[in-house]
């Protein structure tokens, strides 16, 4: 039963360039979360899904970031028109439908260096 | 709003010695709460976790915390600290309400010398 996969593990990008994340929860989690990690500091929530529904977006930037999660498939974080501000380590989480009472499941996140 | 703060973003011990990382959170219903541990360039493991029941929870590698309501407060212990144990820790809550996100603390290294 493999774990929570993201990929890539590390993206490079120009500014003004566009960054695809993905991330393929564990097997049987139905509910995707992804956080954000600046150098030195901690989590920051962006943004919790389900299966084709946006459950939580409060933490997203207005601007330029968007997430989905399709019925098939990975779940996507997108940035349009990255900055150098987007650097960062961004994970994903992931948990089974039931699972308020569990901890996230977490992958071991993609780094983004934007050049 | 939930909010958790950890003292000391820097913790150093000698091999051998107790661990203590503080992890104090504010909610006026308590939550869950959990410990996760980083290490370098990779993800968060769950280290421990307090629902409900025993206020004192035992988990991996050793460490364990127990829930304070009165002081509302998570720390997390291991009696002998050993090196592998180097690494960020963050406390995380997460209210009753099913669906809502996690908070987490802004994290300690731990810092282990021979």
């Known amino acids: 039963n493999a774990g929570v996969m993201q990929n890539p593990r590390h993206l490079v990008r120009r500014r003004g360039q566009e960054a695809r994340l993905r991330c393929s929860p564990m097997?049987?989690?139905?509910?995707v979360y992804w956080y954000r990690q600046l150098p030195e500091e901690g989590l920051k929530f962006m943004v919790y899904l389900q299966k084709e529904n946006i459950i939580d977006e409060s933490g997203m930037p207005k601007e330029r970031f968007s997430a989905e999660f399709p019925k098939e498939g990975p779940s996507i974080l997108r940035i349009q028109q990255v900055v150098r501000g987007d650097s960062a380590a961004y994970f994903c989480a992931s948990s089974p439908p039931a699972g308020f009472n569990y901890g996230y499941t977490f992958g071991s996140g993609t780094r983004l260096t934007v050049v | 709003a939930q909010s958790v703060t950890q003292l000391g973003s820097h913790v150093s011990v000698s091999e051998g010695a107790l661990v203590l990382l503080r992890c104090n959170y504010s909610?006026?219903?308590?939550?869950?709460l959990f410990w996760y541990v980083q290490y370098p360039n990779q993800g968060l493991q769950l280290l421990l976790k307090y629902t409900t029941g025993a206020t004192l929870v035992k988990g991996i590698n050793g460490f364990e915390a127990e829930f304070k309501k009165s002081e509302t407060s998570f720390h997390l212990t291991k009696p002998s600290a050993h090196m592998s144990d180097a690494a960020e820790y963050f406390c995380a809550v997460r209210p009753y309400n099913y669906g809502q996100n996690f908070v987490f603390g802004p994290g300690t290294r731990l810092s282990v010398l021979p």
């Open positions: 097997k049987g989690h139905s509910h």
């Open positions: 909610s006026s219903v308590p939550p869950y």
